[in-house]
């Protein structure tokens, strides 16, 4: 069974950082794709960020240069390394998997965690 655990939020002002954790259990295979999502209040999920397998990856334009995803193997972890946090990265946070190659639009991410709270004040 798989399961996915998220931890590292946190409230943080502007220009703050934050290190967001997700423990994976369960997960075989050669082609997985993780990724961060987001969803604020009264808005629509949105994708964050994406990694492969073999460590490609992708962000929403929103994040490039602020935020980076990566995975430790070993560890079976998905971290998100968020800096100069801005009070519209408010949202909770949710780590998912995918049996697919990714970046791609047919990934689908079957797999989720219960998610964890970033509040940036400004």
């Known amino acids: 069974q798989v399961q996915l655990v998220e931890s590292g939020g946190g409230s943080v002002q502007s220009g703050g950082s934050l290190r967001l954790s997700c423990a994976a259990s369960?997960?075989?295979?050669?082609?997985?794709?993780m990724g961060w999502f987001r969803q604020a209040p009264g808005k629509e999920r949105e994708g964050v960020a994406t990694?492969?397998?073999?460590?490609?990856?992708s962000y929403t334009d929103s994040v490039k240069g602020r935020f980076a995803i990566s995975q430790d193997n070993a560890k079976n972890t998905l971290y998100l390394q968020m800096n100069s946090l801005k009070p519209e990265d408010t949202a909770m946070y949710y780590c998912?998997?995918?049996?697919?190659?990714?970046?791609?639009?047919?990934?689908?991410?079957?797999?989720w965690g219960q998610g964890t709270q970033v509040t940036v004040s400004s």
């Open positions: 990694i492969f397998t073999t460590g490609s990856t």
């Open positions: 369960g997960l075989t295979g050669s082609r997985i794709c």
């Open positions: 998912a998997a995918a049996r697919s190659y990714c970046p791609s639009p047919k990934a689908i991410f079957g797999y």
